[in-house]
């Protein structure tokens, strides 16, 4: 038996923690480093095909899966590159780059727990339980960087796990809007306006449903939201459509687009005077940090697990517990910021990275509240994510390449509702750890 082959079946049997593999070559197996990183990933990768029976292929492990240290003489700048990247030159004084340090010191993983990949590096993130309205055990895979943030979701499941998992609430739906907006030089045209509009409007979403028939988008809702300038009346139609397994996003954008030249020619028929038409992106809410934002669905999560087990991880008290999380609560409201952000900011781009199903910066998406309470005998921890945009399926809405839908089948997820699902109980299990080790004081501890 090989050593990864090995070491995978003490993971399985839960005798070796993921984190802890390279440890254990370096000191039982006699081999040296830079060695050991090869094996580590190989035996992770074995572990989590036998427990998903899915198997890697286009997240592949290069020959040299670890990092090299270099410094400049020049400027005395440390480098961390890959160890297969021969560029070593610095790209700030043209200089040469000089190997760092002692054996020891120059060699580190390119990202906590590795499992492959060789420009984009995929991480495990342990195993979670949910259930609710997914009912399902999920293998995580992120992209999240060098940190320990996978080691402590992994730290964070396993817990939690513990305890009869996660229960999860996700919206069946999707929203995705966009919104025809007009300037008019008095309210009395704008009011004729909308006049014309509500009469023409079932007839214009009818025909919109059309466009969207593909996708199987519904037309949800269709607002008039009034708005002043110095000089100008200005009108939002903001029309929002459903989705259950799309991203949905470029069919409204089209479907918008026909309504506005049926819009403007009823209006121009019926002598309602504008100064402009257009579709605008301003008020719908594109990647922008709004709690209007109606680009994604709503999912939450939740853990209850035994006050007793907190305060014995903590080493506090319950109440110091729930007074770290009004803490930083408090202080994001301070910020101005309607909801907490924490491990989520780190996680939610990680989880994107990984699965590559959505072409835009998720700024919107990284949006979560914490919330914590007691109730009888258990601490009730949880999180909410109000707009996670996901169309797992490779289409016209979103091309996702053959890495992505590899993570998405070693992870189980099958459905964009799965999708938000893991993503909440990934990012509750890394924020618990967080606070866990947060309130004990074991973070950012000086030696």
């Not at 214009?204 to 519904?218: I, S, T």
């Not at 080493?315 to 770290?324: D, S, T, V």
């Amino acid at each position: 038996m090989k050593i990864w082959e090995k070491l995978a079946d003490e993971l399985k049997g839960e005798k070796l923690q993921p984190w802890k593999v390279e440890r254990e070559i370096l000191e039982n197996y006699g081999v040296s480093s830079p060695d050991h990183f090869r094996m580590a990933a190989l035996a992770r990768r074995r572990f989590i095909e036998e427990i998903t029976g899915e198997k890697f292929h286009f997240i592949g492990v290069p020959d040299k899966p670890y990092l090299m240290r270099y410094y400049c003489e020049k400027n005395g700048l440390i480098w961390e590159l890959a160890a297969e990247d021969a560029g070593l030159k610095c790209s700030l004084c043209g200089g040469g780059l000089k190997p760092f340090g002692s054996e020891g010191e120059r060699y580190a993983p390119l990202v906590s727990n590795y499992v492959g990949g060789r420009e984009d590096y995929y991480s495990y993130a342990g195993r979670m339980k949910v259930n609710g309205s997914v009912e399902k055990e999920f293998v995580n895979l992120l992209q999240y960087g060098t940190g320990k943030g996978p080691i402590g979701i992994t730290r964070g499941c396993y817990i939690i796990n513990r305890f009869g998992g996660i229960k999860v609430k996700v919206s069946p739906l999707a929203g995705a809007s966009r919104n025809l907006s007009y300037i008019f030089s008095s309210s009395e045209d704008r009011q004729r306006a909308i006049g014309v509009i509500e009469r023409v409007l079932p007839r214009v979403r009818n025909n919109m449903e059309e466009r969207l028939k593909e996708f199987g988008g519904k037309v949800a809702t269709v607002e008039f939201l009034r708005a002043e300038d110095c000089d100008h009346s200005l009108l939002y139609v903001d029309f929002t459509a459903d989705f259950e397994n799309f991203r949905g996003h470029g069919d409204v954008s089209n479907a918008v687009g026909y309504a506005k030249k049926i819009l403007d020619r009823e209006l121009t028929r019926r002598g309602v005077r504008y100064e402009m038409s257009v579709i605008a992106q301003g008020y719908d809410g594109d990647l922008k940090p709004s709690p209007r934002n109606k680009r994604g669905r709503y999912v939450c999560a939740q853990a209850r697990i035994p006050v007793t087990e907190v305060e014995a991880m903590t080493g506090k008290n319950i109440e110091k517990f729930l007074a770290y999380i009004h803490l930083d609560a408090l202080g994001v409201e301070k910020l101005g910021w309607f909801g907490y952000t924490g491990m989520g900011g780190e996680i939610i781009p990680g989880m994107y990275k990984a699965t590559k199903i959505n072409p835009h910066a998720p700024l919107v998406s990284a949006m979560q509240k914490i919330f914590a309470s007691v109730e009888g005998d258990r601490l009730i921890y949880g999180v909410e994510l109000p707009n996670v945009e996901a169309g797992v399926v490779s289409c016209r809405e979103g091309l996702v390449p053959p890495m992505g839908r590899e993570a998405m089948r070693i992870m189980g997820i099958q459905t964009a509702a799965e999708f938000a699902a893991c993503l909440a109980g990934q990012i509750l299990a890394g924020e618990f750890n967080l606070a866990i080790v947060a309130v004990s004081e074991e973070l950012y501890r000086s030696p």
